[in-house]
Every structure is written in structure tokens, then in C-alpha cells.
């Protein structure tokens, strides 16, 4: 059976349509253009539903057929989500009061697709966090209220199966996966202690030694936890507002990696500077992170936080591995130009290098074949549009917003894993009438005072470092880890040091004296008297200073009072070196 074709999402203030994506690129008849503007689309986890707010209702319908499923009267919606296993759909607005109610309405509503009934409603004033976040198999759902975990279990929401309170929980991240769930937390230091992250296995949180893994830190003021896909092990990136040695304006971050099993490490990244971005591999068993000042780097680490692969230095901020974990992009947006660097991540093989000016969204395709590129408001409002191509380089479809409108958003259908296998890489450029975008080298900014002279490294603004596989020598050390590199070189020492007490073991042939040197070097004359000696020495060295001294002047270098002293005394001192050597 062939897999399906992925539908992408298009929003904007011209209202909201589905796109077929490659090969076809054309729109979607099942389900036809929805002309009132809307900013808010969403898939459910299978994507056989497709919800969105047109600023009257929210909609729900199949993406097989574009029916209906479910309309619901809430013209104020800002958020929509679906549960995992598409029983509930979650609905966000602003939190609002009046003279006339001045505790305001719930505005976190919690709906049965089947049914269209409420389910529960919560006051949720702030967005972030604003969706309780569910289980795979949705056995549990967990919200944040008041600084306390608050879980549910089989979608009862009038119940609190369970809680979790730790002084003051700001952040947390459930586990991706069904039964065992755990959570992560974070809990924010206070009077001069530490801050920590610490890992529960639900519904164990009795007791202090209940924790499946705790790390503290001391520098941070808020975290961004990441789960890995198998739910092992959780990386922490941990920030602070204000860099107090002042050397980042973005203040600084650290990166922690901490699993299930105890384990817990700072992942040493070599290069200092802000940390842009770090991503989980889909299969869970390397990460990749972007730091330092710019031009950026970007390395790849095993569980074990060892360094495997260092692709050198860039303009790049952002990291995305495809859905099947076989390619690698490298991209700078926002502030940057646009430059993506597309990698074969199991040979550590650049496969294009291509260019997406002004973007600001990326998104693998769920095929892993395709992305697409947009820029849109109100990020930016000139030049809105996007942008379907093939990893290799090829834009197969471009749509530009037309002028006076703006496009607020665009988002391919999800799929459940293994939805689309894995194929091979392909290193030449897919065929299209659009043909590529391949990136052209940018001519580096050079000041006036250096223009018209020629370029040498001392003139170059910044260190530019290939990747580990491009490096001088570096053949034989191509994505070897740290631990592997060291056994290597523990071997050749060892290697070496059998051959020596091979050479050591063996009868010693006498040595054939060596010839004279053609020029040997005349011995410096001695009078025998060391004081005479190191007087001689003295006036000569004195003689080479003034000489220096003389090269220097005739370059037209200005000399200073007391080094034209010194030239002035190169008669007195001639003298007294022929008369040293004449005592000889």
C-alpha cells in the first residue's frame, strides 16, 4: 500500500485552506477554502482530524473527506489541541473580567469530540502551559496549578487522581509513550540554594528517595527540559537572564543531560556563547546542539555525552532531524540569511547547501523528503509566503502572499510513527520546473582599510572551522567518538611500544661514524679569561641592538630620544670591542 500524501495547512487574513502536498502541490477539494481569516489551525496526533477557529466557531472535520465532525460556538478561541487518541479537544482564550463578573469565566475549555459536550472547564490566565498534557495512551493527563502538579487519570477531569508538590514547581514535561509516564520537574532555587530538575516515575513521588534521577544547578532563572522519544533520559537546557561576566548580551546557558537510570552529566561544549538550539535524534540515542558565538557550532553526542561528529562553524541557529532520523538540517533564521545545510547524518555527508531568505518557520515533511520554508506575520509582513522543497535542494511549489494580505501560519498533516519508511539519501537535485536555490558563497564583510589589500587570516573577522570530516588529517578520525579516539591512540602506543623492545631485543650492529659537515660552524674564539669573555659579549650584543635600530629608521619608523642616544654611541662602542679583542 502506498503511503499517503501529507496535507499542509495554510492560514492567513485571506482564511484557511489544505494543500495537497508533493508531488501533486494543488489544493485540496475535499475540503474547500474557509474565506474568513484564521490564525488558528490543528491536527489531530493521526491527522485524520483538522480543527480551526475562523474568528465565529471552531471547526472539526476529517481530513479523509472534509465532513464534519463538530462545530462549537466560541468565536473568542486563541488555541486549539487535540488529545492523542482524539477523544478531547482543547480549546484557550483570553482571560477576561468585567464590572459585572469580576472573577471572569473559565477560559480553558476541555471538549468531547464525540459528544460536543464540555467536559471541564479551568481558569488558565497565563498561555504558557496553557494545555494539560497528555499520555499516549491519554491514561493520565497533568496540569500546573498554583506551583503544584495536578494529575487525571482516564480523562475524569473532576478528579484529581494525584498530586505532586515540591516547594515551588514552575516547569514540567511529561514523557512522550504510554504506561510507565514519568515527569520531569523543575523547581527554582531560592535564598542562595540550587535549583534542580528531578525525574518521577507516576504515580511514585512519596518519599525523598522516590525520585528516578535529581540534578542541581546554580545558574539558571528558567529551563527548557526535552524529552527523548523512548523516554529515557531528558536534556536541560538551563539560562540565565543576565551574564554577569558580561561577555553575552543573551546572558548565559548550560546544557544538562540527565536519564532515568541515575545517570546526569553537563554536556562540555566547546566553544562559549549563548546555546540557539538542541534536538533529540527521533531514534533517541544521540542529540545534536548549536552554540557559541557566532559563526555558531554544531556538534553531535551519544548518551554518553561524548562528542561523535563537529561539523565546524556557521551561520546557523536552529537544528531539525527528519521524522525517520536519517537527515540532518543546520539553518540560521531570524536575524541570519537563511542558510540550511542538509546533512546524510549516517555518513556525516553534506548532501545541499541551499537558502531561504527571510524565513520564519521551517518544518520536515513526515515523509522525510520534503520541508517547507515560510515567512510569515507578524514576524515579518513584507514578502509573506512559502515555500515545499525536496532536501536536496529543489523548490517544488512556491506560493507569495498576495499584496494588502498576510499569511500567519502553515502546518503539515502529523502522522503516526512508521506512517512513512525510511529511504535511501539522494545527493542530486530532484527535478522541478522551479529548479534550486543552492546557496551562493557569501563574499565576507571586509573594512575599508582592508579592501584593497590582500586577504590573509589575519584579516578575517571571525575563525572559520570545516567539519571534523573536512579537516587536515582528519580521514582516519571521521565521526569517532572522544572514548574511541582515546582507545585508538592507547593501541598505537602500545603498537610502538612492542616494536621498540623488538628493536631493544636484537643485537646492536656497531654505528658508522658519521661524516663531517660540509660547512662545519667556526667555534666561537675564547681568550680564556671568562670575564674577558662575557665583556666581548656584552659590547656585541649592544652592537646588534643599534643595528636593529638602523634597519628601523631607514623604514621610516620614528625612534625614541633615548634609542637615538644609543646609536650615537656606536663609535665608543667599536672602539672597545677592538680593543677587548686585541687583549686576546
Same mark, same amino acid.
Given at each position: 500500500?502506498?503511503?499517503?500524501?501529507?496535507?499542509?495547512?495554510? &492560514?492567513?487574513?485571506?482564511?484557511? #485552506?489544505?494543500?495537497?502536498?508533493?508531488?501533486?502541490? /494543488?489544493?485540496?477539494?475535499?475540503?474547500?477554502?474557509?474565506?474568513?481569516?484564521?490564525?488558528?489551525?490543528?491536527?489531530?496526533?493521526?491527522?485524520?482530524?483538522?480543527?480551526? &477557529?475562523?474568528?465565529?466557531?471552531?471547526?472539526?472535520?476529517?481530513? #479523509?473527506?472534509?465532513?464534519?465532525?463538530?462545530?462549537?460556538?466560541?468565536?473568542?478561541?486563541?488555541?486549539? /489541541?487535540?488529545?492523542?487518541?482524539?477523544?478531547?479537544? !482543547?480549546?484557550?482564550?483570553?482571560?477576561? %473580567?468585567?464590572?459585572?463578573?469580576?472573577?471572569?469565566?473559565?477560559?480553558?475549555?476541555?471538549?468531547?469530540?464525540?459528544?460536543?459536550?464540555?467536559?471541564?472547564?479551568?481558569? =488558565?490566565?497565563?498561555?504558557?502551559?496553557?494545555?494539560?498534557?497528555?499520555?499516549?495512551?491519554? #491514561?493520565?493527563?497533568?496540569?500546573?496549578?498554583?506551583?503544584?502538579?495536578?494529575?487525571?487519570?482516564?480523562?475524569?477531569?473532576?478528579?484529581?487522581?494525584?498530586?505532586?508538590?515540591?516547594?515551588?514547581?514552575?516547569?514540567?514535561?511529561?514523557?512522550?509513550?504510554?504506561?510507565?509516564?514519568?515527569?520531569? $520537574?523543575?523547581?527554582?532555587?531560592?535564598?542562595?540554594?540550587?535549583?534542580?530538575?528531578?525525574?518521577? =516515575?507516576?504515580?511514585?513521588?512519596?518519599?525523598?528517595?522516590?525520585?528516578?534521577?535529581?540534578?542541581?544547578?546554580?545558574?539558571?532563572?528558567?529551563?527548557?527540559?526535552?524529552?527523548?522519544?523512548?523516554?529515557?533520559?531528558?536534556?536541560?537546557?538551563?539560562?540565565?537572564?543576565?551574564?554577569?561576566?558580561?561577555?553575552?548580551?543573551?546572558? /548565559?546557558?548550560?546544557?544538562?543531560?540527565?536519564?532515568?537510570?541515575?545517570?546526569?552529566?553537563?554536556?562540555?561544549?566547546?566553544?562559549?556563547?549563548?546555546?540557539?538550539?538542541?534536538?533529540?535524534?527521533?531514534?533517541?540515542?544521540?542529540? &545534536?546542539?548549536?552554540?557559541?558565538?557566532?559563526?555558531?557550532?554544531?556538534? $553531535?553526542?551519544?548518551?554518553?555525552?561524548?562528542?561523535?561528529?563537529?561539523?565546524?562553524?556557521?551561520?546557523?541557529?536552529?537544528?531539525?532531524?527528519? +521524522?525517520?532520523?536519517?537527515?540532518?538540517?543546520?539553518?540560521?533564521?531570524?536575524? @541570519?540569511?537563511?542558510?540550511?545545510?542538509?546533512?546524510?547524518?549516517?555518513?556525516?555527508?553534506?548532501?545541499?547547501?541551499?537558502?531561504?531568505?527571510?524565513?520564519?518557520?521551517?518544518?520536515? &515533511?513526515?515523509?522525510?523528503?520534503?520541508?517547507?520554508?515560510?515567512?510569515?506575520?507578524?514576524?515579518?509582513?513584507?514578502?509573506?509566503?512559502? %515555500?515545499?522543497?525536496?532536501?536536496?535542494?529543489?523548490?517544488?511549489?512556491?506560493?507569495?502572499?498576495?499584496?494588502?494580505?498576510?499569511?500567519?501560519?502553515?502546518?503539515?498533516?502529523?502522522?503516526?510513527?512508521?506512517?512513512?519508511?525510511?529511504? +535511501?539519501?539522494?545527493?542530486?537535485?530532484?527535478?522541478?520546473?522551479?529548479?534550486?536555490? /543552492?546557496?551562493?558563497?557569501?563574499?565576507?564583510?571586509?573594512? +575599508?582599510? @582592508?579592501?584593497?589589500?590582500? $586577504?590573509?587570516?589575519?584579516?578575517?573577522?571571525?575563525?572559520?572551522?570545516?567539519?571534523?570530516?573536512?579537516? +587536515?588529517?582528519?580521514?582516519?578520525?571521521?565521526?569517532?567518538?572522544?572514548?574511541?579516539?582515546?582507545?585508538?591512540?592507547?593501541?598505537?602506543?602500545?603498537?610502538?611500544? %612492542?616494536?621498540?623492545?623488538?628493536?631493544?631485543?636484537?643485537?646492536?650492529?656497531?654505528?658508522?661514524?658519521?661524516?663531517?659537515? !660540509?660547512?662545519?660552524?667556526?667555534?666561537?674564539?675564547? #681568550?680564556?679569561?671568562?670575564?674577558?669573555?662575557?665583556?666581548?659579549?656584552?659590547?656585541?650584543?649592544?652592537? %646588534?641592538?643599534?643595528?636593529?635600530?638602523?634597519?628601523?629608521?631607514?623604514?621610516?619608523?620614528?625612534? =625614541?630620544?633615548?634609542?637615538?642616544?644609543?646609536?650615537?654611541?656606536?663609535?665608543?662602542?667599536?672602539?672597545?670591542?677592538?680593543?677587548?679583542? @686585541?687583549?686576546?
Amino acid at each position: 500500500m502506498a503511503p499517503p500524501i501529507p496535507l499542509l495547512a495554510v &492560514c492567513g487574513s485571506d482564511g484557511t #485552506s489544505l494543500l495537497q502536498g508533493p508531488p501533486k502541490c /494543488e489544493d485540496y477539494t475535499a475540503l474547500p477554502r474557509d474565506t474568513r481569516p484564521s490564525k488558528f489551525v490543528a491536527f489531530s496526533k493521526d491527522g485524520s482530524l483538522f480543527s480551526w &477557529c475562523n474568528g465565529d466557531k471552531v471547526s472539526v472535520v476529517k481530513t #479523509s473527506d472534509g465532513s464534519s465532525v463538530q462545530t462549537f460556538d466560541l468565536p473568542k478561541v486563541s488555541l486549539l /489541541e487535540f488529545s492523542p487518541q482524539n477523544k478531547v479537544l !482543547a480549546t484557550w482564550q483570553q482571560y477576561a %473580567k468585567t464590572q459585572d463578573n469580576p472573577q471572569g469565566d473559565p477560559n480553558l475549555q476541555l471538549w468531547d469530540i464525540q459528544t460536543g459536550k464540555c467536559i471541564k472547564a479551568f481558569y =488558565q490566565k497565563k498561555m504558557q502551559g496553557w494545555c494539560p498534557s497528555w499520555a499516549a495512551d491519554e #491514561s493520565i493527563a497533568v496540569r500546573n496549578v498554583n506551583n503544584e502538579l495536578h494529575f487525571f487519570e482516564e480523562n475524569n477531569f473532576e478528579t484529581i487522581a494525584n498530586k505532586l508538590h515540591l516547594q515551588k514547581v514552575s516547569e514540567f514535561a511529561l514523557s512522550p509513550g504510554c504506561k510507565p509516564s514519568k515527569v520531569a $520537574v523543575y523547581v527554582p532555587g531560592s535564598k542562595g540554594g540550587p535549583s534542580f530538575v528531578r525525574l518521577y =516515575q507516576y504515580p511514585n513521588f512519596g518519599g525523598p528517595t522516590s525520585a528516578l534521577a535529581n540534578k542541581s544547578f546554580f545558574k539558571a532563572d528558567r529551563v527548557a527540559m526535552l524529552w527523548n522519544n523512548k523516554a529515557s533520559a531528558v536534556l536541560v537546557t538551563a539560562s540565565t537572564d543576565v551574564d554577569k561576566t558580561g561577555a553575552s548580551y543573551y546572558g /548565559e546557558q548550560t546544557l544538562h543531560y540527565v536519564a532515568t537510570n541515575g545517570e546526569s552529566a553537563v554536556v562540555q561544549l566547546p566553544k562559549n556563547g549563548p546555546i540557539y538550539d538542541v534536538a533529540w535524534s527521533p531514534n533517541s540515542n544521540e542529540f &545534536c546542539a548549536v552554540y557559541g558565538f557566532m559563526p555558531a557550532k554544531a556538534t $553531535v553526542f551519544n548518551l554518553k555525552c561524548d562528542p561523535v561528529f563537529d561539523f565546524g562553524t556557521g551561520p546557523r541557529n536552529a537544528v531539525y532531524y527528519s +521524522p525517520q532520523a536519517h537527515i540532518l538540517v543546520l539553518a540560521g533564521f531570524g536575524n @541570519l540569511q537563511g542558510h540550511m545545510e542538509v546533512w546524510d547524518i549516517k555518513k556525516y555527508k553534506q548532501v545541499s547547501k541551499l537558502q531561504a531568505a527571510d524565513s520564519t518557520f521551517f518544518s520536515w &515533511c513526515p515523509d522525510g523528503e520534503h520541508i517547507v520554508t515560510a515567512t510569515c506575520s507578524p514576524r515579518l509582513r513584507v514578502s509573506n509566503g512559502f %515555500k515545499i522543497w525536496h532536501y536536496t535542494g529543489t523548490v517544488l511549489h512556491k506560493h507569495d502572499t498576495p499584496a494588502g494580505a498576510e499569511l500567519w501560519g502553515v502546518q503539515w498533516q502529523t502522522f503516526l510513527p512508521g506512517a512513512f519508511p525510511e529511504k +535511501p539519501v539522494k545527493y542530486q537535485a530532484a527535478p522541478s520546473e522551479l529548479g534550486t536555490t /543552492e546557496a551562493k558563497p557569501a563574499q565576507a564583510y571586509r573594512p +575599508p582599510a @582592508l579592501r584593497n589589500k590582500p $586577504v590573509s587570516a589575519t584579516s578575517k573577522l571571525h575563525e572559520e572551522e570545516p567539519p571534523q570530516n573536512m579537516r +587536515p588529517g582528519a580521514a582516519g578520525e571521521k565521526g569517532m567518538s572522544k572514548s574511541a579516539l582515546k582507545n585508538q591512540k592507547k593501541r598505537e602506543a602500545k603498537k610502538a611500544s %612492542k616494536l621498540a623492545d623488538a628493536q631493544q631485543s636484537q643485537p646492536q650492529s656497531q654505528p658508522e661514524p658519521s661524516p663531517p659537515p !660540509a660547512n662545519p660552524t667556526p667555534a666561537a674564539v675564547s #681568550s680564556g679569561d671568562p670575564e674577558l669573555d662575557k665583556k666581548i659579549k656584552n659590547v656585541k650584543k649592544k652592537l %646588534k641592538a643599534i643595528e636593529e635600530l638602523k634597519e628601523q629608521q631607514a623604514s621610516g619608523k620614528p625612534l =625614541q630620544k633615548n634609542q637615538l642616544e644609543k646609536m650615537q654611541k656606536e663609535a665608543q662602542l667599536l672602539k672597545e670591542l677592538e680593543d677587548l679583542e @686585541l687583549g686576546l
